[in-house]
């Protein structure tokens, strides 16, 4: 057992993580909604399966996904979640129509 | 004539007697049964009762799309690449990533509780949107 390369492995992606946008999604999601638990296993679960992904698949799996797309359909889904808060704090009682 | 203003009047002395009847302290008993669950329904069903299933499938779906390709997950790919056991870089990863999402949850939840409601919702609205921003960023800049 390679524990160098287990320490290494460890502090490079927790540094490479921390205060990355996906613990940004973790915390500003988890704030708001009355099951942190469930944002806790969502969020490491989608991080533990992409490095899954990584490290089967290797480099080609920038070239198998397109990444492009992907992180455009992310970003557009973080953005309808930001418009539903921030439209949600405003108008309460509209909110079930406003939802798209 | 009384048909037509009959139900008016009702209804008119129904939201009158509503009112003061809240700030009574007398006819409490009364009251919340009737006040609360419009309130519970208009106001806290879009957020409470959004299952805990759906949270986990909306967490998963974001972060999963947004961190595809992302340099965490480079990073993962050149350790194992260079390394001769892909499972321990594995393994080393995994338990980082699970500790900075339970780092992230334990933060967002201990802020929450500090902060009232509305300041909850409207910076994780602001932070959700400046991750929206760094994704379209990290799209154009990249290629």
Known sequence: ?100 | MKLDSAPLDISGIFQAEIEPELKDSTDFNLTPAIALPVQSVVADSPQKQQSALSVFGTTFVTIFLAEIGDKTQLSTLLMSAESHSPWIVFVGSAAALITTSLLGVLLGSWIASRLSAKTVEKSAGVMLLLISLMLFWDIFTSH
């Open chain 1, 1 to 100: 057992m390679d524990w160098h390369l287990l320490g290494l492995s460890f502090i490079t992606v927790f540094l490479s993580e921390l205060g990355d946008k996906s613990q940004l999604a973790a915390i500003a999601l988890s704030g708001r909604c009355n099951s942190p638990r469930a944002v806790f296993f969502g969020a490491a679960g989608a991080l533990l399966l992409t490095s899954l992904l990584g490290a089967l698949a290797g480099g080609a799996v920038a070239e198998l996904l397109p990444t492009r797309i992907l992180k455009a359909i992310a970003a557009v889904g973080f953005a309808i979640l930001a418009v539903r808060l921030l439209l949600f704090n405003n108008e309460p009682s509209a909110d079930s129509e406003k939802t798209p």
